[in-house]
Nanobody, 125 residues
Framework: VQLQASGGGLVQAGGSLRLSCAASGRSFSGYTVAWFRQAPGKRREFVAALWRGGGTTLYTDSVKGRFDISRDNKKNTVYLQMNTLKPEDTAVYYC???????????????????WGQGTQVTVSS
């Protein structure tokens, strides 16, 4: 599956952005999609995931209540709605996907075999 991330930009603290991850090349059915981010000088970290196209969503604690992951199966696209953004959310955001990972690995970077290019999100204070 090929993934294409978009939607990043510069926003003031408290603002919102919506990232998109468009998938192509293979069935979207049963496909787990996640967002990771990497801030300068830091390791890539898990942000959110949508498990196998179903209703199960997972978030890292720092974004719970502010970020929302969703998908549009007709468009083969997963979205990350980011609200009440903080300067510490500044990072390059990546979408990742897999048809085969197990639930316990959903937050593990190495469990994903498909990756999109990153999109920069910058939150100014």
């Amino acid at each position: 599956v090929q993934l294409q991330a978009s939607g990043g930009g510069l926003v003031q603290a408290g603002g919102s952005l919506r990232l998109s991850c468009a998938a192509s090349g293979r069935s979207f059915s049963g496909y787990t999609v996640a967002w990771f981010r990497q801030a300068p000088g830091k390791r890539r970290e898990f942000v959110a995931a949508l498990w196998r196209g179903g209703g199960t969503t997972l978030y890292t604690d720092s974004v719970k209540g502010r970020f929302d992951i969703s998908r549009d199966n007709k468009k083969n696209t997963v979205y990350l709605q980011m609200n009440t953004l903080k300067p510490e959310d500044t990072a390059v955001y990546y979408c990742a996907g897999s048809h085969t990972l197990i639930y316990s690995s959903v937050g593990t970077e190495g469990a994903y075999n498909d990756w999109g290019q990153g999109t920069q999100v910058t939150v100014s204070s």
